[in-house]
């Protein structure tokens, strides 16, 4: 098997609400240009966890590093800008915009997230000219050219999540964080995303994501990692996640 790379490396990061532990993670590691899953019941940590690696939410403690360099503690934007990204549910303010707005918003790199897409930050023009040319590619990519000056409200679910992902891709991030990505798509779109998750790791990119449908995760997964009560439990190859018995029980409430 290939030699480990980890592009991500999360040590002893932890984040509590009140009484309650929500992430309690002592060692991860996601391989460079592979698909992670991450696995758990409900309430395990998982959007927490993202949350925290992502700097949209304050780890309590912990270290972690990204392509060899630490960033925990670092904001949405500079860990953007150092190619991690995830990807948001179109908040109300964005589903106003048309979705090549949507798209340019994307461009600044997870800042505007934050702002609720409110406005678009004013640009130079030969960024301005770039970007759009960048948007314009993927939304061709991800079948969405035809809706560009559609607003983004006016988008099926399935549409949705193909745009939080296109979006997403605008600052060309090298790893890419999908958080329940088929949630809420109907079965034809399910096959056009998972093709496109894995096309983006066969591009060389890595992608984490969480999800529930365990066909789903066992057909495109390179290594899963079950989260429950906010500790990894178990990780390894679909395979072994399949048959480990722990990971059955945390999955049955048992
Ligand atoms: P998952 O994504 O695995 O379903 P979450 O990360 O959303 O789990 O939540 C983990 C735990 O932390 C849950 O018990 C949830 O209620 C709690 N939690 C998450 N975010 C907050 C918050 N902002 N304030 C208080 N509790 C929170
Ligand atoms: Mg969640």
Redo the contacts with the bound molecule.
């Keep these: 098997s290939a030699k480990p790379d980890p592009i991500l490396v999360v040590d002893g990061v932890r984040r509590s ?2 009484g ?1 532990t ?2 309690d993670v002592e060692h991860l590691e996601v391989q460079r240009g592979t698909i992670t899953a991450l696995i ?10 993202f ?1 925290l690696l992502t700097g949209f ?1 304050r780890a309590d403690r912990g270290r972690w590093s990204f392509d060899g360099r630490q960033i925990g503690g670092r904001s949405g934007h500079q860990v953007a800008r150092a190619g991690m990204v995830r990807t948001f549910q179109l908040t109300k303010a964005l589903t106003r915009m048309s979705v090549l707005d949507n798209m340019l918003l994307g461009a600044q790199g997870q800042l505007g997230e934050r702002l609720a897409g409110a406005f678009l930050r004013p640009m130079w023009k030969s960024q301005e000219k770039e970007n759009t040319a960048r948007a314009l590619e993927l939304l061709e990519r991800f079948k969405l050219i035809d809706k560009r000056d559609e607003i983004a409200g006016a988008l099926s679910g399935g549409q949705r999540k193909l745009l939080e992902m296109a979006r997403a891709l605008m600052t060309d991030p090298s790893t890419i964080m999908l ?1 329940e990505p088929m949630a809420g798509v109907n079965p034809a779109l399910v096959q056009s995303l998972l093709g496109h998750i894995t096309s983006l790791r066969d591009e060389g990119k890595t992608v984490l994501f ?1 999800e529930h449908d365990m066909d789903v995760i066992m057909g495109i997964s390179d290594w899963i990692v079950v ?1 429950a009560q ?1 500790q990894v439990i178990a990780e390894g190859r679909p395979s072994d996640i399949r048959s480990n018995q722990q990971v059955i029980d945390a999955y049955l409430g048992a």
């Design positions: 609400f009140g309650l929500a992430v758990g019941p409900n309430g395990a940590g998982k959007s927490t966890l949350n939410d958080d969480v989260l906010g």
